[in-house]
């Protein structure tokens, strides 16, 4: 059971920190975007506070033989640089300045009742599901 | 660089790297959010139950923080519901072909020094870029 209850739980210090660094905010995303504005740098502090922890508990946690609530580590393998990740990136880039939103703060902000976001979401959930259907028929 | 709060940022950035890191601790997995969201839709049983609990104690974390006061102090409005849905649809596509977003490349992707979420990272913040001064310098969408 209990990698059922430590993922709601990391899933809740995500939200919070989410909301803490004001990522919810889409006008706080596009004015980080918007460098020729009034641009926010806020952003890349959250990035780099993020990274000032992974980069440490990161190589620590992975010195571990296997995770504490899971028979083994699960994390990504590959390395090359194909037209997907390119292109799908860019797409990425594309919608995230148009929306203010990218997925994270999209689902956090279901409690806030915002408008703007349960329709991002929604077309979020759309968006993924059209790739589900192009090019993942199946699943496991 | 009127709006520019660095506190709370570093703040949240860093519960946000100790949430990935506890859910790598725990759980053995990277806290890559579209990942997670598409997972919790497609996969079956186990593997999709973790992921929709983590996305239950997002949506509760930002929820309590919002009611003890903090979070945000006004929800943008108006906004063209195009650009919302477009936009939207683009994100969950664009998120699911490239493998990630700017949790999945731009925090886990980064501190693992993945040469694909470096790529990934520079790309859509290039677009991001692009993207918001065309809404806003070009066509003049207010936000």
Redesign the interface.
Known sequence: M???L???????????????????????V??F???????????A???????????V??RL??R?P???????????T????DV?????????????????????P???????W???SL??????????????LL??SR?? | MENFSPVSALIGGALIGLAASLLLLFNGRIAGISGILSGGLFLRKRERLWRLLFLVGMVAGASVYQHIGGGLSEVRTGYPLFLLIVGGVLVGFGTRLGSGCTSGHGVWGLARHSRRSIVATLIFMAFGGVSVYLVRHVFDVLS
């Open positions: 209990t990698p059922l430590t993922a709601p739980l990391s899933g809740f210090v995500f939200g919070l920190g989410l909301t803490v660094s004001q990522m919810i905010d889409p006008v706080k596009t004015d975007l918007d460098v020729t504005g009034f641009w926010d740098p806020s952003l502090l959250v990035m780099a506070g993020a990274l000032a922890v992974t980069l508990c990161f946690i992975l571990r296997s995770p504490l609530a899971a028979e083994r580590f699960d994390l990504p590959r390395t090359d640089i997907k990740l390119i292109a799908g990136a860019a797409l990425f880039g594309t919608g995230w300045g148009m929306t203010g939103y990218c997925p994270g999209a689902v956090a902000s279901l409690g806030l915002s408008f703007d329709v991002v979401l929604g077309s979020i959930l759309a968006g993924v599901g059209l790739h589900q090019f993942q699943s496991g």
